[in-house]
């Protein structure tokens, strides 16, 4: 298909040569030179418009398979010669599937990719339904390969993956939304077989000095705790508009640990600094961090700072750290807990706050 296409337009531009010949020389007895001067310049804009494309000039592209073990994603680099995103796809779709190179494809027991559907900024890559026979490692490997693989290809920036037409759903019956390269966390060890899929609760300023929710789904390596994943992420930064970062470029997190219900996070010395990088309150900034993990992580209920192993620092310069800090729901914007109860002191668990009349709850 993609040579007879060519083909096509290469007979098509050698019959406009031909008429221009005869306009320059036939009819209108022009000047020899000032014919050859025309016919240049008419072939030059017939070979700038010879060739179609809707895709960028030809990259290395890395095409995902899996390692002989079974166990991890391995990438092999290929360069597509396609000029079209359809001949793009097919062609990745090809490679994809060949079992007969250095490693086996990720597509096993009968599972077929069906095929695509083409949105303005979204994929959709259909497979059969023998997708739902895979073991799980087998299941996450081939989800891996297929977003990793396509959302490389010019203009895809979101890919959902549906079985039979209908969304993929995971082993709760629950939806799974679309996903990017980005939304696969790899530690570096165990391999992909140990990813797994969650939804986390992210808080970032909001300009109005509130804590604004930001629900990302992705996925992470069993070898990473969780809380090392809403930190990783928050460091990112926000992804909706209307948000402010919590970490200045400076700040990094040195360490975290949990036990009976309590984290620890140690910061750098950047941490303990004014900033110009954020015009958020440095109290708001360090109760994003306090939100994020208190709500995601079930095994957490406080969350304590040291900056280099000190609490005796000042966290932006200004707030105290030396007591523990726990999910300030007030903060939150559009919250109605806010009426409920008022803003406890930093660093004072919200069930020992006092009440009206003076009591302790």
């Not at 705790?225 to 460091?235: S, T």
Request: with cysteine; net charge negative.
């Amino acid at each position: 298909m993609t040579g007879s296409f060519r083909a096509g337009r290469a007979y098509n531009a050698a019959a406009q040569e031909k008429r221009l010949l005869c306009l320059c020389f036939g009819r209108n007895r022009l000047k020899f030179k000032t014919g050859i001067c025309i016919l240049l310049c008419m072939l030059a804009l017939l070979t700038g418009c010879g060739r179609e494309t809707d895709l960028e000039e030809p990259a290395g592209y890395q095409v995902y398979y899996v390692d002989s073990n079974g166990t991890r994603l391995q990438a092999v680099s290929y360069t597509p010669v396609a000029d079209t995103f359809e001949e793009l796809m097919d062609e990745l779709i090809e490679r994809l599937s060949d079992n007969e190179g250095l490693y086996p494809s990720p597509l096993k027991k009968g599972v077929k990719l069906q095929g695509y559907q083409r949105g303005i900024d979204a994929l959709r890559i259909d497979f059969s339904q023998e997708y739902y026979d895979l073991d799980n490692i087998s299941e996450i490997l081939l989800r891996a390969a297929v977003i990793k693989t396509f959302s490389q290809v010019p203009g895809v920036q979101k890919i959902m993956i549906t079985v039979d037409g209908e969304q993929l759903l995971d082993e709760n019956g629950t939806a799974i939304p679309p996903m990017d390269g980005e939304s696969f966390i790899d530690a570096g060890e165990g391999g992909i077989n140990s990813y797994q899929f969650a939804t986390i609760s992210l808080y970032f300023p909001n300009e109005d000095g509130k804590l604004k929710l930001e629900k990302r789904s992705l996925k992470y390596s069993s070898n990473m705790v969780l809380e090392n994943v809403v930190l990783e992420q928050l460091v990112k930064g926000p992804q909706e508009d209307g948000m402010l970062p919590v970490f200045t470029a400076e700040m990094k997190v040195n360490s975290i640990s949990v036990g009976e219900g309590k984290c620890l996070v140690d910061l750098n010395a950047a941490a303990a600094q004014v900033s110009a990088d954020t015009s958020s309150d440095p109290v708001v900034n360090l109760y994003a961090i306090v939100n994020s993990l208190c709500e995601t992580c079930d095994d957490i209920q406080s969350v304590s700072f040291t900056i280099n192993g000190d609490s005796s620092a000042l966290f932006g310069g200004e707030v105290s750290i030396k007591d523990p800090f726990w999910m300030n729901l007030p903060l939150i914007e559009n919250t109605n807990s806010a009426a409920e109860y008022q803003t406890p002191p930093i660093g004072v668990d919200p069930s020992l706050a006092p009440q009206a009349d003076g009591s302790e709850m």
